[in-house]
C-alpha cells in the first residue's frame, strides 16, 4: 500500500491550501483516512478523519471551522481543505489510512504546509 500526499507549500496567513493523498495498491478495504500533522519540537497529532463508508467525520479542536477532510471512494483519495491558515497550522502533514478500525496502521511520505504570518 501507498500513500501519496501532494499540495503542500508556502501560504500567507489567511490563506487556503487544498492537501490530497491517493491510496495505491489497495487489496483490502477501507475503514477510514485521516490527516496527521507535526510541527518542529512537536509529536505528531491528529487534524482530521473521515469513514470511508458513511463519510462521517471528525476533527481536531483547533480546525474545527476552518479545515474540512472530504473523499473521492472511486480515486481511493482524500482531501484537506484548508482555510483561515494560521502560523500555528505550520507543519508536515501526514495522511494515514486504517484498514478495519483498530487503529491508522499505513502512512504517506509527509507534504510540508508553511503558513507566514
Known amino acids: 500500500v501507498q500513500l501519496q500526499a501532494s499540495g503542500g507549500g508556502l501560504v500567507q496567513a489567511g490563506g487556503s491550501l487544498r492537501l490530497s493523498c491517493a491510496a495505491s495498491g489497495l487489496t483490502f478495504g477501507t475503514y477510514r483516512m485521516g490527516w496527521f500533522r507535526q510541527a518542529p519540537g512537536k509529536e505528531r497529532g491528529f487534524v482530521a478523519g473521515?469513514?470511508?463508508?458513511?463519510?462521517?467525520?471528525l476533527y481536531e479542536d483547533s480546525v474545527k471551522g476552518r479545515f474540512t477532510i472530504s473523499r473521492d471512494n472511486a480515486k481511493n483519495t482524500v482531501y484537506l481543505q484548508m482555510s483561515s491558515l494560521k502560523s500555528e497550522d505550520t507543519a508536515v502533514y501526514y495522511c494515514s489510512l486504517d484498514r478495519d478500525g483498530s487503529r491508522y496502521d499505513y502512512w504517506g511520505q509527509g507534504t510540508q504546509v508553511t503558513v507566514s504570518s
Open positions: 473521515i469513514n470511508w463508508s458513511t463519510g462521517s467525520t
